[in-house]
């Protein structure tokens, strides 16, 4: 779903976009000049972001699809980068179902694909344009992956699987000129306060700028 054609501008890319976190890391890399494609579950998602962006004036292209569907993920990433090099490629899906005894297989094995597989199959579809651009990669990392909690334990499986993805694709990137950022945010994102969406993605694009910053870095609301 097209709302705006794309310019010569750096191209973003976000998978996992809400009214939440999504919303303000939307704003955050509009406001520093990147076109955007935002990909989302439903329109009732993207819509509003997207609609508030472009009476900005910013340029933005939607996409809807699910995100444990990896192949529909690599197919979205790809028509991105086709409509112009991916330069900065975010994941901030994640999915949640409680606990691990409850949980039937097909939830476990889509936690895993939601947080973990979709940023990895991301990356290898949006490789050329990273490469091509020295751009960067941008993942919402979970407390739970550090602490599991037993009450979200189906998130704590994906994020830790995110986690270990990310370390290890980090190093295969490396070479490559592309850095990999994961922001692990170890606590609940609402509004206002040390967990407010918007401080989160500012913490983002300053993790994300710094040159000679870790993989991850914790955030805390302290940092």
Not at 2 to 22: K, M, N, Q, Y
Request: hydrophobic share 50%; glycine share 12%; no cysteine.
């Amino acid at each position: 779903m097209g709302t705006s054609d794309l310019s010569s501008a750096p191209h973003a890319v976000i998978v996992g976009v809400g009214p939440g976190l999504g919303a303000s890391l939307a704003r955050t890399f509009a406001a520093a000049g990147y076109d955007l494609t935002l990909v989302a579950r439903t329109a009732s998602s993207v819509q509003p972001v997207s609609e508030k962006l472009l009476a900005e004036g910013r340029t933005t292209h939607e996409v809807l699809l699910d995100v444990s569907d990896l192949d529909a993920v690599a197919q979205a990433v790809r028509e991105a980068g086709a409509r112009a090099p991916i330069s900065l490629l975010h994941h901030n899906a994640s999915m949640n179902a409680g606990g691990l005894l409850g949980a039937d297989a097909a939830t476990l094995r889509a936690s895993i694909d939601v947080n973990a597989l979709a940023a990895v199959v991301a990356v290898q579809a949006a490789l050329p344009g990273l490469v091509a651009t020295g751009g960067r990669v941008t993942w919402t990392g979970g407390g739970v992956a550090l602490s599991p909690l037993g009450q979200y334990g189906v998130l704590s499986l994906g994020k830790a699987a995110m986690r270990a993805a990310g370390f290890a694709l980090a190093q295969e990137l490396a070479p490559h000129g592309v850095a990999l950022r994961m922001l692990t945010v170890k606590g609940i994102i609402r509004p206002g306060g040390r967990f407010d969406a918007d401080r989160i993605a500012n913490a983002f694009w300053a993790f994300a700028q710094d040159p000679g910053a870790d993989v991850e870095r914790i955030y805390d609301g302290r940092t």
